[in-house]
């Protein structure tokens, strides 16, 4: 019991020992919004400069922010995606449709997305499981699991 | 300070407010494997009996999970997807791919995926977040948003 994620034997839980902390995906919406500065996350978000700092700590720390001082009296701080960081634009775009879908209410949803490129109106942003060979879309039927250790439990 | 995620004007917050908890994802990724009765949840997670009872009750509570009594005496449940709960594996395949491609360590990825009718040897499924209008494959840059109401504060 009481174990750490990270120690499950499993890619989702790693992951979410990283990012699964309340608070830490919506840093990571406004670092994907553009926003760098320590202030500029504490503007956004309705929790404690402390809880904010110790979530971008965690992001820097693994490799998912990097930190950039960009004055030195006082030192200030930027942050910005790395690879690593930008690579989970699919789950926030995911965790994004799923709210819009069953959760908006009946104001619709907060904030639209749009493809600058595409003339569709109704066109929008959407994460999607495609097979990475044949491109075809994937219901969870679809998938074949594998499991590269013995299983006597998934933990 | 302290507000709930469920307050804030952005789906991923209220995505986060069903979903975010400590475990939730570990769960539906049990029910995405095709497991569905208490005990078998038990027995796949390292948690506390009375937790994982919370978190199957928050789930059917907002329609991920719908509960059916499959036995009388004693009552036993067992605990399927609904369409709401189904659309969540954009969010666990995405979370699943980062964490194989950043902490997988030397052993590689602990599960392996593949699509059932696809042949290609290294195919895997991926959540890619791509525009419903043309298809195109989407970076953060190639997105707009737009702020359905004045925008002070994200929160």
Known sequence: MAKSLSDLHCSVARSLDVIGERWTMLVLRDAFNGLTKFEEFAESLPIARNILAA??????????????????????????????????????????????????????????LAHHECDHSAARPESVVVCTGCGEHLAPRDVRRTYRRPRARTR
Chains 1, 2 share one sequence.
């Open 55 to 112: 979530r971008l700590k965690t992001l820097v720390d693994h490799g998912v922010l990097e930190r950039e001082q960009y004055q030195e009296r006082p030192p200030r701080y930027a942050y910005h995606l790395t690879k690593k960081g930008a690579d989970l634009y699919p789950v926030l775009i995911a965790l994004f449709n799923w709210g819009d879908e069953y959760l908006a209410g009946s104001d619709g949803p907060p904030v639209l």
